[in-house]
T-cell receptor, first 113, second 115 residues
Framework: SQKIEQNSEALNIQEGKTATLTCNYTNYSPAYLQWYRQDPGRGPVFLLLIRENEKEKRKERLKVTFDTTLKQSLFHITASQPADSATYLCAPQLTGGGNKLTFGTGTQLKVEL | GAGVSQSPSNKVTEKGKDVELRCDPISGHTALYWYRQSLGQGLEFLIYFQGNSAPDKSGLPSDRFSAERTGGSVSTLTIQRTQQEDSAVYLC?????????????FGNGTRLTVT
């Protein structure tokens, strides 16, 4: 069955370092993959979308990679700040795979001073 | 413009009662989704509306759950005879119709507590 895996353990890093979050998927061939940020008590907020023919996508301090061979996406935050602390969700998206966008369970990131 | 608006933000109800949760999507967004998020869990898809097409109800957990979308805009999620396991945050999202390439815009959810 289709599965999306994100690290369930929180990732703690020091301010200024690069945070790297992993999203692995199995039995999927997504055409797109989206990343969202969720703060406590709030709905998820869209960050980046990457297509299967794109290896890498950047937006300010954020970078996403998409390796369709490894079936993995990496989400990087460079020069991390305490304000980056949140839960980050990935959502691989199939074409013609139905109308639902399926999310991973998310990884909680804590950036410490 | 305004984002996705959900009401109420919190709802406490007794087991066995019916509840209605409301979602006002972003104007012009023809796609509307309902998700459920239990404490510490991921988002569970419930139902999807796209324009005038028949909704995708494949995620509704039981026949106690139903949703409608009137006039292609506001949506109501109804849970009949609520059970304690229905306690969760119910999130609504809207997007432009090209689902794969259009990001979802979420509301802040309705926190439902069934006592």
């Amino acid at each position: 069955s289709q599965k999306i895996e994100q690290n369930s353990e929180a990732l703690n890093i020091q301010e200024g370092k690069t945070a790297t979050l992993t999203c692995n998927y199995t039995n999927y061939s997504p055409a797109y993959l989206q990343w969202y940020r969720q703060d406590p008590g709030r709905g998820p907020v869209f960050l980046l979308l990457i297509r299967e023919n794109e290896k890498e996508k950047r937006k300010e301090r954020l970078k996403v990679t998409f390796d369709t061979t490894l079936k993995q996406s990496l989400f990087h935050i460079t020069a991390s700040q305490p304000a980056d602390s949140a839960t980050y969700l990935c959502a691989p998206q199939l074409t013609g795979g139905g109308n639902k966008l399926t999310f991973g369970t998310g990884t909680q990131l804590k950036v410490e001073l | 413009g305004a984002g996705v608006s959900q009401s109420p933000s919190n709802k406490v109800t007794e087991k066995g009662k019916d509840v209605e949760l409301r979602c006002d999507p972003i104007s012009g967004h023809t796609a509307l989704y309902w998700y459920r998020q239990s404490l510490g869990q991921g988002l569970e898809f419930l139902i999807y509306f796209q324009g005038n097409s028949a909704p995708d109800k494949s995620g509704l957990p039981s026949d106690r759950f139903s949703a409608e979308r009137t006039g292609g805009s506001v949506s109501t999620l109804t849970i009949q005879r609520t059970q304690q396991e229905d306690s969760a945050v119910y999130l609504c999202a809207s997007s432009l119709p090209d689902r794969g390439r259009s990001p979802l815009h979420f509301g802040n959810g309705t926190r439902l507590t069934v006592t």
